[in-house]
């Protein structure tokens, strides 16, 4: 359809290409990783389910699918608000929790991601902290934009800055 559209597309599936397989190996995928991160984030608390579509920027029916799996991989539990009776409440399981965790300390923590996102975008200076915090600033700050311009209301937010 367009040059930048078709660049966007494949950006998007070659990072998936990459993040497929290493959360694989704790039995998620990249899209059941964002709704869990969204749970973990207020873990102590329950979360609607209309809250997880709009912090993921996706269908009602696709995040009831989602939860609906989640559930039966005993990594999330249902139940009906108490408060307001047509929403339903999603939290975080003890199983769920420590597998979101067990992401964070074996990949995202130790930097693996860092790493990868520095070396694709900081080409022959990917060692250069300041050079890549700069190419992650451009690219982030172009994202955004593209984001608010067509119209994507999604308001998960990943911390990728070092004063987030």
Known sequence: MNAHFFGAKRAYYATLRFARPVLARFGLTPARFDLLTVLRRCHEHRTWQSELRKALGVAATTVSRMVRALEELGLVARSRSEVE???VN???TDEGLS???LV???VIDPGHVDLAVDSALGDEWWFDWAH???QKDAVEGHFTHMRKAFGDGATLH???HPED
């Open 85 to 87: 009776k047509r929403q």
């Open 90 to 92: 999603v939290r975080l």
């Open 99 to 101: 597998r979101v965790d």
């Open 104 to 106: 964070h300390d074996h």
């Open 132 to 134: 890549c915090l700069m």
């Open 158 to 160: 990943y911390p990728w």
